[in-house]
């Protein structure tokens, strides 16, 4: 099974200055959506990846895209709403009508809707949960998601040093996305190089993959480094990212 990607411009630019060779294998095709980056970075040249508008705040989509500033070339958005500062308290609370809106609006404007969101939101929903993959799947969040989006990214990351909970949750979370979302809809794991700062390592990172990629589409490969996005994280390891994918395609 082709594997479908989501990843930054950023993070897309670092796995290829240490091996554009397996960076343009896994990510050079309308099935890889590559996200916008700050400073307008984007689909390298040439290739036909899918580029995608980075939103936290469905009112700032709503915003950009009355004001006429939305990114030129964009043909997605992500809508990563979270408990963080980057998303408003109101659209913490009520992602099903925000996700929903910002569905709504996408479709209006022929884009598609990459809908993620974060586990963290259980903490808003469900303040009183002692675990946030359980209050997650109680809640139906990544149902919510797919019931209007294109594509559901399921933030799995924080779990994925053990498989056999990566692999439980995510087929969960998948089958409810399913159910909701119908034939239409693309499911996607996330993984990360530096979970929250947290050390994995190659083999952890196959592994999950493996365990999940019968339920999945795909994933987003994340490669964080310390901002204001991710406080704990330290410095990315792109060269991590290198290794999983040369296991995955073989090279």
């Known amino acids: ?11 897309l630019h670092e796995i290829s200055a240490i091996d554009s060779a397996v960076a343009r294998t896994a990510f050079d095709g309308a099935s890889t959506f590559v ?27 709503a915003s950009d895209l009355a004001q006429g500033v939305f990114p030129t070339g964009a043909r997605a958005v992500l809508y990563d709403d ?9 659209e913490q ?44 799947l109680d809640l139906g969040l990544a149902a919510i998601a797919a019931r209007s ?3 559901v990214d ?5 779990l994925e040093a053990d498989s056999a909970a990566y692999r439980s949750f995510v087929a969960s979370a998948a ?8 034939a239409h809809v693309r ?25 999940t990629r019968s339920v999945v589409d795909g994933f987003w490969m994340n490669v964080p480094g310390q901002s204001a996005e991710c406080p704990t994280c330290t410095q990315p390891l792109p060269g991590l990212a290198v290794t999983v994918l040369r296991a995955l395609y073989h090279l």
């Not at 099974?1 to 993070?11: C, E, F, G, S, V």
């Not at 404007?109 to 903490?123: E, F, N, S, V, Y």
């Not at 399921?154 to 924080?158: G, L, P, V, Y």
């Not at 089958?175 to 119908?182: E, F, P, V, W």
Request: with cysteine.
């Open 35 to 61: 996200i916008r980056g700050p400073a307008g970075a984007g689909v390298p040249s040439g290739w036909n990846s899918t580029l995608v508008a980075d939103y936290k705040s469905y009112a700032q989509l």
């Open 154 to 158: 399921i933030q799995a990351q924080s």
């Open 82 to 90: 979270e408990s963080w500062g980057f998303t408003p308290v109101e």
């Open 187 to 211: 499911v996607l794991a996330g993984l990360s190089t530096g979970p929250a700062g947290k050390t994995v390592t190659a083999a952890q990172l196959t592994d999950a993959v493996t365990a």
């Open 93 to 136: 609370r009520d992602p099903s009508r925000y996700i929903q809106l910002a569905a709504q609006l996408c479709h209006q404007h022929g884009l598609l809707l990459i809908a993620a969101p974060a586990m963290d939101l259980t903490t808003v929903l469900s303040p009183n949960a002692t675990s946030r993959r359980a209050a997650y």
């Open 149 to 151: 989006a294109d594509v």
């Open 175 to 182: 089958q409810q996305a399913r159910q909701a979302g119908g």
């Open 1 to 11: 099974m082709q594997l479908r990607w989501l990843i930054t411009a950023h993070a």
